[in-house]
């Protein structure tokens, strides 16, 4: 434990302002895309946070989940889902069959991957549909919390699926082989996000432990909690989770914490080691004092800031070299 941390200080790359930002979601090959429910909208960014288009959506839900990779663009709210072209022409569209308890208030998650499958997370059920036709290719029944966060993995065409609280569950690899759905569990509860290789996913629970582990074994690599993060800044002690947590490259974590009690307090994002999880650096935003929460980017070393009330996403890069970057040979303290 130390009184302070070696501050890192992020490099800027672009930032953009949306009246209506609401939901920020990584797309598949593209980016990001972004809900504007006050604009009745969906809006595309590449890596670069550059805008590839605005297409308008008349769904009439208070929340609308979306998905969007390649030339497709998926949405949704609980009364029915909407596939679109970039150009904003409409594939396919349906109602939700409520017999089958696809409707729920905030609409089913959705995940559009590489190969042009849709998954639906709807109650109790998984659902692998074509993207263009709107086809249903396979279900399977699946228990747990209704909400699902879907996860990219660089590798290869599986996909992350993580069952979020207030009830825990196991996350899992999902996968459509000869038009079947095939589930791999994870160990762990809520993994949160997998590293650039693939090779490894990183779980964080509420009650506040981080885990690294290896997706072919799933041995544990390291496994702590925030308060026993080695060399943690001591202002930090009894932090939680603000928002988030990703690999940023094979060797980084990006961790989003906060002190509940200071409500006033902005989010603090720390740099920790993939292989100890010690905190190797606070991150440090130029000009910004709070800049959000964090949402993950496909490219190594990347990552997005979400300022809520700004309405601003600004891309950030890593900054110079950490103050205590190891000397050749010296990896394997970390």
Known sequence: MTPYAAAMLARLIDQVRLDGLRDVTPAVGLGWVVTEPTRKAISVLDHNLQLLGRVPIDLTGSRIAVAAAGSFIAASDSNEIAVLEGTGKTCWRKAWDRSAGASRGD????????????????????????????????????????????????????????????????????????????????????????????????????????SVREVATEAVRVWRHLDDLPDLPSDLIGASFASWATFLNEDLVLASVGIPEASDNPEEHLL???????????????????????????????????????KTLRLWQLGDRLDDEPLPGQLHLL
């Open 272 to 310: 920790l080691s993939a292989r100890s999880l010690r905190c190797r650096s606070r991150v440090r935003y130029p000009g910004i004092a709070d800049p959000g929460s964090i949402v993950a980017c496909q490219q190594p070393g990347r990552w997005l800031t979400h300022e809520h009330e700004a």
């Open 107 to 210: 609409g089913p998650s959705l995940h559009i991957d590489a190969d042009g499958v849709l998954w639906i997370r709807v109650e109790q059920a998984l659902l692998a549909l074509d993207v263009k036709s709107g086809k249903e290719i396979h279900r399977v029944p699946l228990a747990g919390p209704d909400a699902a966060l879907f996860l990219p993995r660089p590798a290869d065409s599986r996909t992350g699926l993580a069952l979020l609280h207030p009830d825990p569950s196991p996350s899992a690899l999902i996968s459509l082989v000869n038009d079947h759905i095939v589930l791999q569990p994870l160990i762990g509860l809520d993994t949160a996000s997998f590293s650039p290789a693939g090779s490894q996913y990183l779980t964080m629970t509420t009650d506040g432990f981080l």
